[in-house]
């Protein structure tokens, strides 16, 4: 058996609908509603990701060359949750000072947004864990946020080399508790039950944690 023969989409997508492009973090809306970012490199299927989770596959434009998505694009869901597809960075064609432009609207993104509830990190399976994911790996480690890595494209692999590529991923994270490895494959559906529940796990800890912090202050008021 493949991977590509495992195909699984069992779950109740994450339907959204695309809210507004911005191009800076500073435009994103000043509300409570929990974001879920879709970051990494260029070209690794971040939209096409989004799309799979959501169930759609028109919601983020997918490009056939690296840099399709070059706004912050925001989807918001009944469900309550925002899902952001980010443009990817490490994309060598585009002039320096776009690219870096780019960058710093990613960092700037990550850093500021106080709603974030989580990264999907998608990464191509056949080129994990460059530089610059382990930056975000690393940084979101450090704020206590959680990631969900993808290693995507898993269908372009054979089962024995896709979960050894997992292994040898999951090894270097190891001491990382808020990072989850697992297959993916946005094109095949290999993965998206465990990733929608991912997402809808973060949103239901976000939820809770709003709510505890709605209560605590109103049961001592009404006390008074
Ligand atoms: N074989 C295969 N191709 C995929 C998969 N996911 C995405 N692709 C292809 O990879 C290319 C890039 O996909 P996108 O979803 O646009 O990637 P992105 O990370 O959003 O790219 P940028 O917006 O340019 O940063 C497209 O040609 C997709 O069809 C996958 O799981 N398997
Ligand atoms: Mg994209």
């Not at 191509?124 to 940084?139: A, G, N, T």
């Given at each position: 058996?493949?991977?590509?023969?495992?195909?699984?989409?069992?779950?109740?997508?994450?339907?959204?609908?695309?809210?507004?492009?911005?191009?800076?973090?500073?435009?994103?809306?000043?509300?409570?509603?929990?974001?879920?970012?879709?970051?990494?490199?260029?070209?690794?299927?971040?939209?096409?990701?989004?799309?799979?989770?959501?169930?759609?596959?028109?919601?983020?434009?997918?490009?056939?060359?690296?840099?399709?998505?070059?706004?912050?694009?925001?989807?918001?869901?009944?469900?309550?949750?925002?899902?952001?597809?980010?443009?990817?960075?490490?994309?060598?064609?585009?002039?320096?000072?776009?690219?870096?432009?780019?960058?710093?609207?990613?960092?700037?993104?990550?850093?500021?947004?106080?709603?974030?509830?989580?990264?999907?990190?998608?990464?191509?399976?056949?080129?994990?864990?460059?530089?610059?994911?382990?930056?975000?790996?690393?940084?979101?480690?450090?704020?206590?946020?959680?990631?969900?890595?993808?290693?995507?494209?898993?269908?372009?692999?054979?089962?024995?080399?896709?979960?050894?590529?997992?292994?040898?991923?999951?090894?270097?994270?190891?001491?990382?508790?808020?990072?989850?490895?697992?297959?993916?494959?946005?094109?095949?559906?290999?993965?998206?039950?465990?990733?929608?529940?991912?997402?809808?796990e973060r949103v239901k800890?976000?939820?809770?944690?709003?709510?505890?912090?709605?209560?605590?202050?109103?049961?001592?008021?009404?006390?008074?």
């Amino acid at each position: 058996m493949t991977l590509a023969d495992s195909v699984e989409d069992g779950s109740n997508p994450i339907v959204g609908s695309f809210w507004k492009g911005v191009d800076h973090p500073s435009l994103c809306p000043n509300d409570r509603v929990p974001e879920i970012a879709f970051a990494g490199r260029s070209n690794s299927g971040k939209s096409s990701t989004l799309n799979r989770i959501a169930g759609s596959t028109r919601l983020a434009r997918v490009g056939k060359s690296p840099g399709r998505t070059q706004m912050i694009n925001l989807f918001n869901s009944p469900e309550g949750v925002r899902l952001v597809d980010l443009p990817g960075y490490g994309y060598a064609r585009v002039a320096r000072t776009r690219q870096e432009e780019w960058f710093k609207s990613i960092n700037q993104y990550l850093t500021t947004r106080s709603n974030l509830a989580g990264v999907v990190l998608t990464m191509d399976i056949r080129r994990p864990l460059l530089v610059q994911d382990l930056h975000l790996i690393r940084w979101a480690a450090e704020s206590s946020l959680p990631v969900l890595a993808l290693l995507n494209k898993s269908d372009k692999l054979g089962r024995g080399r896709a979960l050894a590529q997992k292994a040898g991923v999951e090894q270097a994270l190891s001491t990382l508790v808020s990072v989850e490895v697992e297959l993916f494959s946005a094109s095949k559906a290999i993965g998206v039950d465990r990733a929608r529940c991912w997402v809808r796990e973060r949103v239901k800890g976000v939820q809770e944690l709003a709510n505890k912090l709605d209560e605590s202050p109103q049961d001592t008021r009404r006390g008074q």
